[in-house]
């Protein structure tokens, strides 16, 4: 099970963030140093990475199955790079998500693996070479921004609109994963992800330093099944609250909200206990494609996943030709730097 990040890091600096900066000071100036002294492998195909400045979710895997899908308008061939956070599968493997559970590759990789090749190791470089070897032409790495494995031709960094770095300080202290201003130096765009605008000192740094801004929004697919109904909703994600949000946004009623920690896998009494509220109470469930991903191929309560509704997020850029853009920009860095070898 995931921790949940503590609310204060989201919130106004506090006694709690001040009291915690010797630690963070270490931890920052560690992270600092990786980026400064990382020695990435440069890869024989364009590499995009989507990565975030803090912990928790952003909306990452949304932007990157959009780059995936303009990959293939492009008559590219994508395939995504994970390290399969959760999953017990230490190996390079291709994901196969007709058998592959999330307790094995990790829930996002499952998502991601429906819409390309998608491999999962810790070992960033031997999974981008098993790709590679079965004919993908362009990487997009699922987080692995601060990763010091692989020579980033483009690094795509999302901040989420609403919750933006949250108070800014660095872990402990905060969600930050280093500091902002050495983290905004290996960026090459920023996607601000939501019409909330808490990122908007994010932003401002980043344009600032020349980076180009990304406006884009989640964008619920199926609304029509939603709308109308009445629901107990749950999700074990990085902000349950926008999901939730989502929800009602969609013109469903969340009578009740039941929130987990990220990647939380869900217990069977858990589950049981879900239906039987939801079934008391006249409701139906909701909950997320990643939630159900860490239920597909494992063992859950006879007729569970019959009775769940999914709401799929998809992300929506401003600028119709954001992905084309991203991704040619990549391509043109990769010949760069292959002419300079």
């Not at 858990?270 to 990643?290: G, N, P, Y």
Request: proline share 5%; with cysteine; hydrophobic share 45%.
């Amino acid at each position: 099970m995931a921790s949940e990040a503590p609310p204060f890091w989201w919130e106004k600096p506090d006694w709690r963030a001040y009291g915690l900066y010797p630690l963070s000071a270490v931890y920052g100036f560690v992270a600092r140093r990786r980026l400064i002294d990382a020695r990435r492998e440069k890869l024989d195909v364009p590499v995009i990475c989507v990565g975030n400045f803090t912990v928790g979710g952003t909306g990452k895997t949304p932007v990157a199955i959009a780059l995936a899908r303009q990959a293939k308008k492009m008559h590219l061939t994508p395939g995504f790079l994970s390290r399969g956070y959760g999953g017990s599968i230490h190996e390079p493997h291709v994901v196969d998500g007709k058998r592959d559970s999330a307790r094995q590759v990790g829930d996002e990789p499952l998502l991601l693996s429906d819409h390309a090749l998608t491999a999962t190791t810790p070992n960033r470089v031997a999974g981008a070479r098993l790709l590679m070897q079965m004919g993908c032409d362009l990487l997009i790495m699922d987080d692995g921004f601060q990763s010091a494995q692989i020579h980033m031709d483009y690094a795509l960094v999302v901040v989420d609109g609403r919750y933006g770095v949250g108070n800014g300080h660095v872990l402990p202290a905060g969600p930050l994963r280093a500091p902002l201003i050495d983290q905004v130096r290996y960026a090459t765009g920023i996607v601000r992800m939501g019409e909330d605008k808490a990122g908007e000192a994010v932003v401002r740094q980043a344009a600032r330093a020349g980076r180009p801004i990304f406006e884009a929004w989640q964008r619920p697919v199926g609304v029509e099944k939603i709308a109308g109904r009445r629901f107990l909703a749950f999700a074990g994600i990085g902000h349950p609250d926008k999901f939730f949000d989502t929800v009602a946004q969609a013109g469903g009623e969340v009578v009740m909200a039941r929130p987990f920690a990220d990647h939380h896998f869900y217990s069977n009494d858990e589950l049981r206990e879900l239906v039987q509220t939801a079934a008391a109470a006249d409701l139906e469930l909701v909950t997320t494609a990643k939630d159900v991903a860490r239920l597909r191929n494992s063992i859950t309560p006879a007729g569970l996943l019959g009775k769940l509704n999914v709401l799929e997020i998809d992300a929506v850029f401003e600028n119709a030709n954001a992905t084309r853009r991203i991704i040619e920009e990549a391509q043109d860095a990769w010949r760069e730097r292959r002419l300079d070898t």
